[in-house]
Structure formats: structure tokens, C-alpha cells
């Protein structure tokens, strides 16, 4: 059984579930503008959750939780980015803030989730410096008109995975060397948000949300080692190290130097990266991965990975494999609760912070019968089999202090469209075929009921 206190939740992001791309003075982000294949929903009213955020929270209070994750979007909020704030945007969250307070559920705010300004994103995007004090300012504008609501705030969603994933899905395409630099700023504007938080909203918590997987080797070969020790290092470490204790991670640095990059760093940096520091950790995880050294050069010269799956590989450092140990699900991302438990140990030997899990879940294929419900055992299994580790965890001695489960309801995932759902509550809409949007919850949503009032799973 988890601590009476321990923080149950859900999770989501403003672009995948809220629709309204257009209306109440919303500008294009970079996740608006991507093009995708034409079978592939897109965000235009992706769930609804604009207009029917109401019986949203409603349904979700039902499950008996104490917080929900929603992300803000920039370009509703400043719609070019950078210049007006738009109030009708203000007045739209503030209303959706008060309501889940109405039902005792705390916000848990991600500032940014993918979702850039295109404006901004045309001129240079993270690349840009000028992006990192346009972060900065519309941190103040989230601060100075949401604090007295909303004591949780994190950061930027992945940045290593916006390091790291096929950019085109991300919604921008830069070189080896932009792309690390677009990295540095980003962990430069956390930084500027840790330090704008703190002295605005002294009462506030703020920490960053990357999504970290314990990196395996997939031999004993000392090569092999060393290709996991140094895909940790930039996959996982390079971002909380930087976050949490202020440094660049020393093999991430070598990396750096061995492919030619040469980050632009500023001599003011330094005081605000070693003096501006996160209160939680948000830790999204949903798979494990598995590296060897690559034996011979690929066609590709650096690595580009297809988000969290095997498609990683640098030349002379790492290549993802198989781990013929586990599972996969219908996506072909392997399944690994126990790697969960591993990566929250480690996390806690490297930062001793509290932790809340902020994302994980399962993607599948789920059906609607005719009576309105959806038999999704496959994704009870998933969240229990991690819930159990998370025990095992805090059993440890991991201080683990909230779940909030991706997804709350359906939506448009960022690989897969509408087809590859994650949520407790089923969306009645298809790729193409927007239905009536109605809401109906699954299986999963009352085990999960079921978990909060026990406040916890069978071990
Ligand atoms: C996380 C993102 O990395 O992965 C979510 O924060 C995303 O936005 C989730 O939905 C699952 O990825 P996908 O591609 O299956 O939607």
C-alpha cells in the first residue's frame, strides 16, 4: 500500500487532446503545422477537451484522483510567441484550473509540450537564443496569471526526447550541430524558469519532466559497456545532471567533442545554471532500451531515434537492438516494468529529490462494443505490472510521490494518430470519422478506480 499522501493522477497535453487549433485567438504551433501522412489524425479538434473540459474533469474526479496533468499551449496564450498575451486564453484556464479545484483536484502544469510557436519556430526556433528569453517571458505571463492556482509546474515535456526523436515529427529539422545547441538552450530556459518560479511564487514547486530509461548493454562485452554507459549519458544524464546538480555531464562532453560539436555557451550562463535548482523530478516512462557498440558504419552518419524504440545508433558510441527478453506491445516498443524500477534506483542514487511518475502507459488498439465499453486487460496489465515496481521502488527507499498515468482520456498520439490509444477514457471518434467525440470509460478506468481507493496493487 502506498503513503495516504501519495499523489494519484492522470495526465495530458494540451495539443494532443484540446482541438480548437483555431479558435479563441490561438496561433499555429509547430505540432499545428507538421505535416503527416493524410491517414493520420490531426490536432484540429483532436479530442474535444477544449469545449468539454467540464464533464472531462468531471468523469476524471470519478476515478477519486488528486491531480491532473494538462499542459498550457504557448501560442493560445502569446500567440505569436513572443508580444500580446491573449486574455481570453487567461480567462479560459483559469476557469479550467478552478474547476478541477472545485472537484479537490490539483493542477500539475507543463508549461510546454512540443508545442512551439511556428512563429518563433520560423525564425530559428530553439536554435535561436532569442527562444530562450522568448520561454522566459511567457514563463512570467504562466506565473504572474495562474500562481495563486496552480502550485505544480514543470518545465519543458522531453527535452531529450526533442534531442533525440525524428525531428520532422517534432515539427522542425535542424543539423547535428544545431540540433545540440537547440538542446543547450533548452536546458538554459528550464533553468531561467527554475529561477523566475522561485522568486515569484515562493510557494510553488517546479521540476523538469524528461523521459528517462535505464540504458542496457546488450552483452557483457566491455564494448558493449561502454556504448550503454555513453547512450546514458546522452539519452538520460546529460539533461538531469545539468537540471539538477549544474553540470555538463563529462561523457556527454566527450561525445560532444568526438562528433564535432561545439555548443555556444554564454559567460552569464554559468551563475544562473549552478545557482537555480528543480524541488521534484517528473520521470515520464514507458519502455526500455537496449544498445551495443556498432560493429560497422551505417548508411546513416548520427543517430536519429524513432522516439524511445530500438532506432538509435552514432557512429563509433551506440546502436539499439532487440532485447530479446522482453515483450512488445503493438507498436513494437518493448515492454519493461522491472527497467522502471532500475531507472527509479538509479534516478534516486544520482539526485535524491522527490519523484512523480508523469507519463506511462500503454499505446494499443482498443474497441468499442456495442454496448459502450472497452475490454482493455492488455492495459491493466501494463499500469499494474509498473505499479508494482513503483512499490517495490518506494520499498527500496525511492521517495516516489505520484502516478499520473498517460493517458486520462483518448488522444491524438504524437507517432500514431487517433489509432494508438492510451487512454481510461475512450474518445468515440476515429482517424478520419470525428463521430460525436462521446465519452465512455474503459476497464482500465475503474481498476484504476479500484487502485486509488485500495491506494495500491497486489504485490
Ligand atoms: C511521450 C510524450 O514521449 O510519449 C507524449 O510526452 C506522447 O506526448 C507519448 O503521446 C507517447 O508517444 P506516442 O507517439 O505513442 O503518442
Redesign the pocket.
Known amino acids: 500500500m502506498l503513503a495516504k499522501d501519495f499523489c494519484w493522477g492522470a495526465s495530458l497535453?494540451a495539443h494532443?487532446t484540446e482541438g480548437a487549433a483555431t479558435e479563441d485567438g490561438k496561433s499555429p504551433s509547430v505540432q499545428d503545422c507538421r505535416v503527416r501522412d493524410d491517414q493520420i489524425a490531426d490536432f484540429t479538434v483532436a479530442s474535444d477537451h477544449y469545449h468539454r473540459y467540464r464533464e472531462d474533469i468531471k468523469l476524471l474526479a470519478g476515478l477519486g484522483i488528486k491531480a491532473l496533468r494538462i499542459s498550457l499551449p504557448w501560442t493560445r496564450i502569446i500567440p505569436a510567441g513572443v508580444g500580446a498575451t491573449n486574455p481570453s486564453a487567461i480567462a479560459h484556464y483559469r476557469d479550467v484550473f478552478a474547476t478541477m479545484h472545485a472537484y479537490k483536484i490539483e493542477p500539475m502544469v507543463t508549461m510546454y509540450?512540443?508545442d512551439l510557436p511556428q512563429n518563433l519556430q520560423d525564425q530559428g526556433g530553439w536554435t535561436q537564443r532569442q527562444t530562450v528569453d522568448a520561454y522566459a517571458r511567457y514563463a512570467r505571463v504562466l506565473f504572474e496569471n495562474f500562481g495563486d492556482q496552480v502550485k505544480y509546474w514543470l518545465t519543458i515535456?522531453?527535452p531529450n526526447?526533442m534531442l533525440l526523436a525524428d525531428q520532422k515529427i517534432l515539427g522542425f529539422t535542424y543539423t547535428h550541430q544545431e540540433r545540440y545547441q537547440a538542446f543547450y538552450h533548452l536546458m538554459i530556459a528550464e533553468k531561467k524558469a527554475f529561477a523566475l518560479c522561485h522568486q515569484l511564487l515562493p510557494q510553488a514547486q517546479i521540476g523538469p519532466v524528461p523521459?528517462i530509461s535505464y540504458v542496457y548493454p546488450g552483452s557483457a562485452a566491455p564494448q558493449d559497456i561502454r556504448a550503454a554507459e555513453y547512450f546514458n549519458a546522452v539519452r538520460n544524464w546529460a539533461y538531469l545532471d545539468f537540471s539538477v546538480q549544474g553540470r555538463l555531464n563529462p561523457l556527454f562532453q566527450n561525445y560532444l567533442r568526438q562528433t564535432g560539436i561545439d555548443l555556444q555557451i554564454l559567460p552569464e550562463d554559468q551563475e544562473l545554471v549552478t545557482t537555480n535548482f528543480p524541488d521534484f523530478l517528473g520521470i515520464?516512462y514507458?519502455t526500455s532500451v537496449t544498445v551495443e557498440y556498432p560493429k560497422q558504419d551505417q548508411d546513416r552518419l548520427s543517430g536519429v531515434s524513432d522516439?524511445?524504440s530500438e532506432d538509435v545508433y552514432e557512429k563509433g558510441f551506440y546502436k539499439g537492438l532487440t532485447n530479446p527478453y522482453l515483450q512488445k506491445n503493438d507498436?513494437n516498443w518493448t515492454i519493461d516494468p522491472l527497467g522502471l524500477q532500475t531507472t527509479l534506483e538509479v534516478i534516486n542514487d544520482r539526485y535524491q529529490l522527490p519523484i512523480y511518475i508523469t507519463?506511462n502507459g500503454l499505446?494499443a488498439y482498443d474497441e468499442l462494443t456495442a454496448d459502450h465499453q472497452v475490454h482493455d486487460p492488455y492495459r491493466i496489465d501494463y499500469l499494474k505490472q509498473h505499479l508494482q515496481s513503483i512499490q517495490q521502488a518506494v520499498a527500496s527507499g525511492v521517495p516516489v510521490k505520484g502516478y499520473l498515468p498517460?493517458?486520462a482520456l483518448d488522444?491524438v498520439?504524437?507517432?500514431?494518430g487517433m489509432r494508438?490509444r492510451?487512454g481510461l477514457i475512450y474518445v468515440d471518434r476515429t482517424e478520419q470519422d470525428l463521430k460525436d467525440l462521446a465519452r465512455y470509460p474503459k476497464d482500465s478506468y475503474y481498476w484504476y478506480q479500484q487502485v486509488i481507493a485500495k491506494r495500491g496493487v497486489d504485490e
Not at 413 to 416: A, K, L, T
Open positions: 497535453s494532443q509540450h512540443f515535456n522531453e526526447i523521459n515520464n514507458y522516439q524511445q507498436f507519463e499505446g498517460w493517458s488522444l498520439s504524437v507517432h500514431e494508438k492510451y
